[in-house]
T-cell receptor, first 109, second 112 residues
Framework: SQQGEEDPQALSIQEGENATMNCSYK?????LQWYRQNSGRGLVHLIL?????REKHSGRLRVTLDTSKKSSSLLITASRAADTASYFC?????????FGQGTRLTINP | EAQVTQNPRYLITVTGKKLTVTCSQN?????MSWYRQDPGLGLRQIYY???????DKGDVPEGYKVSRKEKRNFPLILESPSPNQTSLYFC???????????FGPGTRLLVL
């Protein structure tokens, strides 16, 4: 079964706006990762946040983690057309990553 | 350039015709893995390998085989493909002790 559940499943915003995606998971974690997938292509690692961290930044990305609620959020600020992609959260379960279903983000010019 | 490569990128085949999807990484990673991605089911792990000659099943190994004779290569073998193996396949690798995985570009397989 999938560990993470992303919300919303799809998000459409105007270029320049901020996009927020949420991820919930079921069991305790050591870390949570976010990946981006452009249409039909490979996944690219964006950012990793450890269980003892509450917030992390990388460029226009901000990730938060609330282990008490078993949830994480990914904020993309000042969105660009190139941010159009699917975004997945993933948690480590032994020797595999368990992915959520993803949020499909569309940035409209 | 550090990368994971897969071949072929697209493949149409018929039921029962054996095929191999190759995966190669140039980062000297010990760990490699195969996932399949299906609509509504997300990404699911098929097999993984901790190092040369060490492989183990993931969540959906039925109908697949793998081998790890060299560190850089981790081919996925479908001995007798069936239509339910139509999917988008990804190979991934990572360094031992690190969490970030590097994914290949994907192989889109259609089994008729």
């Amino acid at each position: 079964s999938q560990q993470g559940e992303e919300d919303p499943q799809a998000l459409s915003i105007q270029e320049g706006e901020n996009a927020t995606m949420n991820c919930s998971y079921k069991t305790s974690i050591n870390n949570l990762q976010w990946y981006r997938q452009n249409s039909g292509r490979g996944l690219v690692h964006l950012i990793l946040i450890r269980s003892n961290e509450r917030e992390k930044h990388s460029g226009r990305l901000r990730v938060t983690l609330d282990t008490s609620k078993k949830s994480s959020s990914l904020l993309i600020t000042a969105s660009r057309a190139a941010d159009t992609a699917s975004y997945f959260c993933a948690t480590d379960r032994g020797q595999k990553l368990v992915f959520g279903q993803g949020t499909r983000l569309t940035i409209n010019p | 350039e550090a990368q994971v490569t897969q071949n072929p990128r697209y493949l149409i085949t018929v039921t029962g015709k054996k095929l191999t999807v190759t995966c190669s990484q140039n980062m000297n990673h010990e760990y490699m893995s195969w996932y399949r991605q299906d609509p509504g089911l997300g990404l699911r792990q098929i097999y993984y390998s901790m190092n040369v000659e060490v492989t183990d099943k993931g969540d959906v190994p039925e109908g697949y085989k793998v081998s790890r004779k060299e560190k850089r290569n981790f081919p996925l073998i479908l001995e007798s493909p069936s239509p339910n193996q139509t999917s988008l396949y990804f190979c991934a690798s990572r360094e031992t002790g690190r969490e970030t995985q590097y994914f290949g570009p994907g192989t889109r397989l259609l089994v008729l």
